[in-house]
C-alpha cells in the first residue's frame, strides 16, 4: 500500500470586489483653473526676442518621485511613471491605450487652444534665474526624436513660414513615431491605476478535446475522495484498517504480522491502526502524524482513504492532505469526558479538534458528512449517550453551515466489528437502531460535480517514487481538466514545461486521468528537484498565477486574541504553508455581504472582513470564483486556526 507524507465556511457567492478604498485617483497638475498657477509679469520685447532665437530645454516633474524630466520623455526615467499630461490626454480620448488616434504627434496648436493643457514647467532663463512659465508639450517618441519648445516669437514671420512647411514634412515621421508609441503602449498593456493581477481566465478560451471526456459505457466505478478526521484516539487508523480488512485490501499475512509487532510492544489493539500508520515513530507514539492513502471498492464508488491525524500538532498535516477531500467521516468518541476533550478541549479551555476538523473540513467545500460515533461498546451501546453526542455535536455542524439532510449518523464499534459492512449483531445496539451501516452510507454520499472542460490544474501533494519507472513522480488529486501520457504541462512555480512519461492511479498504471482522479505523474524532461509539494502541473497555455500578496474574504473564528495590521500568521493554501502578516484590514462585511464605510482597527471572533496579507514566499494560488481549490486559505497561530475564507484578488504576481 503506497503510503503519501504530506508535508470555513464555503463561500459560493459571487464577490463584489468594488471598494472605494481600492480607487486611487491621481489628479494632473495642468488642469486648468488650479490655484497655484503663478503668473508671470511680461518680459521686454528684447528679452522676448532674445528667448525665441534659441531653443529652451523644457522640463516635467514626476508627481510621484518629484524627477524633473526632458520634454521628450512620457514617462518618468526615475520610477518609470507616466507623464501625466499623456495620461490625462488618454482620459479626454486624444489617446487611447491599445489604438492611437492618427492625428497623434500633429505640432500642437498655440496657448490659445481651448484643448491644449498647460502644464507647469520648469525652465531656466538665459540669465541663469529659474522661472515658472505654462509651456505646451506636445507628445514624444519615448526616448528618442526631441523637439524644440512650442513657443515662438510674436516677430518671427519669417520663421512661421518655415515651421509650417517643416509641419507638412514631420507629418509622416510623427505618424511612424505615434505608430510605434502605440505598439509599445500595447505591450506594456497600460491602464490607469491598474494592479498587477493575473491574466483573466476566460473560460470561452479554452477548448477542451475529445478524449478527455469520460466514456460513460467503460463501466469503471467514480472515484470518491474521503477524508478521516477527528479527535486524537477517537479510533480513525483502527476504523480505516478494519474497514479495508473487512474487505479484503490487507492480506491475512500483513494482519497477523501486524498484531505479532503489536502484542510484542504491549499495543494490542493498535493492530488494525497499524495497518494505516507505517511508520516507527507513529507506532512508537500511538498517533497518526501524516495523512496516510488507501483505496478499498464499494458497489458504487472507488473509495481513497485520506487518514489525517487528530493530535493538534499535526493540523496543518491534515490541512494539507484532507484538502483533497470530497466528503468526509467525523470519527468521534463516545467515551464519558473523551467526547467531550473533542469539542472544548483538554480542561474546557481551548477547542478541541472534532471541533477545528469540522469547521476546516466544511471550509474545504465539503458539504457531505458521515458522523461515526465510535467505541459506543464502551458505554454500553447506550442509545441516551449516542443521543446527547447528537444534539451537542449536531448543533455545532449547524453553525459551520452543515445541513441536516446531508449530516449521516452512524453509532458503531471498530474494534468489535459492529455496524461497519453490515447490519450489526448486538441485540444492545439492533434493539434502538435500523439505520445504515458505515458502508452503506458511504454509497449514499453524492459525488461532486468534476470539470474537465476546464484546463488542468493539478496542484502536488506530495513527490513520491513511482512504482511503474522508479522515477520521482507528483502525486495530488486532479481539480479540473485531464491529462494523458504525452501531454505537455507547465510546471509552477519554476516555469518550466515538461511531457508525461507515465500516470498512476490507485497503484495502477492508467493512460487517462480525468477531474477527481487522485494520480502520481511522472515527467520526463524536467529535473526531478523542481517538482515540490505546493506547486502546480497545469496546462501551458493557462498558467497559474504566483502571488504573495493577496486579498481575502475571511471568518474569524474563536480567538482569544483581537486581529491587528501587521499580525504574523500561517498561510495555508491548498498544499502549501507559508509565513505571513495581515497588512490591511480593509472592512467588515455585513450579514449580506455588504462592506462597511470605514476600516476597523481589527478582528474579533465571528466578524467577517475582507483583509490583505502578504506572504514572506509566493505561492501558486487562484481566485475562488475561478478555481475553488486554489481560492480556500486558513489562517493559524499558535497552534489554533484563527480565521477561514477565500481569495478573492490576486493583487501581486512574483515577477520572478
Known amino acids: 500500500?503506497?503510503?503519501?507524507?504530506?508535508?470555513?465556511?464555503?463561500?459560493?457567492?459571487?464577490?463584489?470586489?468594488?471598494?472605494?478604498?481600492?480607487?486611487?485617483?491621481?489628479?494632473?497638475?495642468?488642469?486648468?483653473?488650479?490655484?497655484?498657477?503663478?503668473?508671470?509679469?511680461?518680459?521686454?520685447?528684447?528679452?522676448?526676442?532674445?528667448?525665441?532665437?534659441?531653443?529652451?530645454?523644457?522640463?516635467?516633474?514626476?508627481?510621484?518621485?518629484?524627477?524633473?524630466?526632458?520634454?521628450?520623455?512620457?514617462?518618468?526615467?526615475?520610477?518609470g511613471v507616466f507623464r501625466e499630461s499623456f495620461m490625462k490626454s488618454a482620459k479626454d480620448g486624444s489617446i487611447k491605450v491599445h489604438g492611437i488616434p492618427s492625428d497623434f504627434g500633429t505640432p500642437s496648436m498655440p496657448k490659445s487652444d481651448c484643448t491644449k493643457m498647460p502644464v507647469n514647467t520648469r525652465t531656466t532663463d538665459f540669465d541663469g534665474d529659474p522661472e515658472i512659465k505654462n509651456a505646451s508639450i506636445p507628445h514624444e517618441k519615448v526616448g528618442s526624436t526631441q523637439y524644440t519648445s512650442a513657443g515662438s516669437s510674436s516677430g518671427a514671420g519669417k520663421k512661421l513660414k518655415e515651421d509650417?512647411?517643416?509641419?507638412?514634412?514631420?507629418?509622416?515621421?510623427?505618424?511612424?513615431?505615434?505608430?510605434?508609441?502605440?505598439?509599445?503602449?500595447?505591450?506594456?498593456?497600460?491602464?490607469?491605476?491598474?494592479?498587477?493581477?493575473?491574466?483573466?481566465?476566460?473560460?470561452?478560451?479554452?477548448?477542451?478535446?475529445?478524449?478527455?471526456?469520460?466514456?460513460?459505457?467503460?463501466?469503471?466505478?467514480?472515484?470518491?475522495?474521503?477524508?478521516?478526521?477527528?479527535?486524537?484516539?477517537?479510533?480513525?487508523?483502527?476504523?480505516?484498517?478494519?474497514?479495508l480488512h473487512l474487505l479484503g485490501r490487507i492480506s491475512k499475512k500483513d494482519m497477523h504480522k501486524n498484531e505479532k509487532e503489536a502484542k510484542e510492544k504491549g499495543k494490542g489493539s493498535f493492530a488494525y491502526a497499524w495497518a494505516m500508520d507505517e511508520s516507527s515513530e507513529e507506532r512508537e507514539r500511538g498517533v497518526t502524524m501524516t495523512v496516510a492513502v488507501a483505496y478499498l471498492e464499494t458497489k458504487k464508488y472507488r473509495v481513497v482513504l485520506l487518514d489525517s491525524p487528530g493530535h493538534k500538532d499535526f493540523v496543518p498535516n491534515?490541512?494539507?492532505?484532507?484538502?483533497?477531500?470530497?466528503?468526509?467521516?467525523?470519527?468521534?468518541?463516545?467515551?464519558?469526558?473523551?467526547?467531550?476533550?473533542?469539542?472544548?478541549?483538554?480542561?474546557?479551555?481551548?477547542?478541541g479538534q472534532t471541533k477545528e476538523h469540522a469547521q476546516l473540513i466544511r471550509s474545504f467545500g465539503v458539504e457531505q458528512l458521515i458522523v461515526a460515533v465510535n467505541k459506543m461498546d464502551a458505554i454500553g451501546y447506550s442509545k441516551e449517550r449516542f443521543e446527547f453526542i447528537k444534539v451537542q455535536l449536531g448543533s455545532f455542524l449547524r453553525s459551520c453551515n452543515f445541513k441536516d439532510s446531508s449530516v449521516t449518523w452512524i453509532p458503531l464499534s471498530a474494534v468489535e466489528n459492529q455496524n461497519l459492512i453490515k447490519i450489526p449483531s448486538d441485540v444492545r445496539l439492533t434493539s434502538w437502531y435500523q439505520g445504515f451501516c458505515l458502508l452503506d452510507a458511504i454509497d449514499s454520499l453524492q459525488l461532486p460535480s468534476r470539470d474537465v472542460s476546464k484546463p488542468l490544474i493539478l496542484p502536488i501533494c506530495d513527490v513520491i517514487k513511482s512504482q511503474s519507472t522508479g522515477q520521482f513522480a507528483a502525486f495530488g488529486k486532479l481539480e479540473t481538466g485531464a491529462i494523458r501520457i504525452g501531454s505537455k504541462v507547465l510546471i509552477s512555480p519554476c516555469g518550466e514545461v515538461a511531457a508525461v512519461k507515465s500516470i498512476e492511479r490507485d497503484s495502477n498504471s492508467c493512460d487517462i486521468a480525468r477531474a477527481g482522479d487522485n494520480v502520481a505523474v511522472s515527467l520526463q524532461g524536467i529535473d526531478g528537484s523542481k517538482l515540490i509539494p505546493g506547486?502546480?502541473?497545469?496546462?501551458?497555455?493557462?498558467?497559474?498565477?504566483?502571488?504573495?500578496?493577496?486579498?481575502?474574504?475571511?471568518?474569524?473564528?474563536?480567538?482569544t486574541i483581537p486581529i491587528l495590521i501587521g499580525y504574523q500568521v500561517e498561510f495555508h493554501i491548498h498544499h502549501v504553508k507559508e509565513a505571513a502578516r495581515v497588512t490591511k484590514i480593509v472592512a467588515l462585511l455585513d450579514k449580506a455581504g455588504k462592506p462597511s464605510k470605514t476600516a476597523p482597527r481589527f478582528l474579533k471572533s465571528k466578524q467577517n472582513a475582507v483583509v490583505q496579507v502578504t506572504l514572506d514566499a509566493p505561492v501558486c494560488v487562484q481566485e475562488f470564483s475561478k478555481c475553488r481549490a486554489l481560492g480556500r486559505a486558513f489562517l493559524r497561530s499558535s497552534g489554533s486556526t484563527i480565521a477561514v475564507g477565500v481569495v478573492t484578488r490576486v493583487l501581486r504576481q512574483d515577477q520572478n
Request: proline share 5%.
Open 164 to 243: 509650417q512647411s517643416s509641419r507638412a514634412s514631420s507629418s509622416a515621421q510623427n505618424e511612424d513615431v505615434a505608430q510605434k508609441l502605440s505598439s509599445d503602449i500595447q505591450k506594456l498593456g497600460l491602464e490607469k491605476n491598474e494592479v498587477d493581477t493575473a491574466k483573466p481566465y476566460l473560460p470561452e478560451e479554452y477548448k477542451p478535446e475529445k478524449w478527455m471526456f469520460a466514456n460513460e459505457e467503460s463501466g469503471v466505478l467514480s472515484q470518491l475522495n474521503l477524508a478521516i478526521v477527528g479527535h486524537v484516539d477517537s479510533g480513525k487508523s483502527t476504523l480505516s484498517g478494519r474497514l
Open 1 to 79: 500500500m503506497p503510503r503519501k507524507v504530506v508535508s470555513g465556511p464555503d463561500y459560493d457567492d459571487e464577490y463584489d470586489d468594488d471598494y472605494d478604498e481600492y480607487d486611487e485617483d491621481y489628479d494632473d497638475y495642468g488642469e486648468t483653473g488650479h490655484s497655484d498657477d503663478i503668473q508671470h509679469p511680461v518680459k521686454e520685447e528684447k528679452e522676448s526676442s532674445k528667448k525665441s532665437s534659441s531653443t529652451v530645454p523644457v522640463l516635467w516633474r514626476c508627481s510621484m518621485c518629484m524627477f524633473d524630466n526632458h520634454e521628450s520623455m512620457v514617462y518618468c526615467e526615475m520610477c
Open 318 to 351: 491534515m490541512i494539507s492532505g484532507a484538502t483533497q477531500a470530497d466528503a468526509a467521516i467525523l470519527v468521534v468518541d463516545a467515551c464519558t469526558g473523551s467526547f467531550e476533550a473533542g469539542m472544548d478541549g483538554e480542561g474546557g479551555k481551548s477547542v
Open 535 to 559: 506547486g502546480i502541473l497545469c496546462n501551458p497555455g493557462f498558467p497559474v498565477p504566483v502571488s504573495n500578496f493577496l486579498e481575502l474574504r475571511v471568518l474569524v473564528l474563536d480567538v
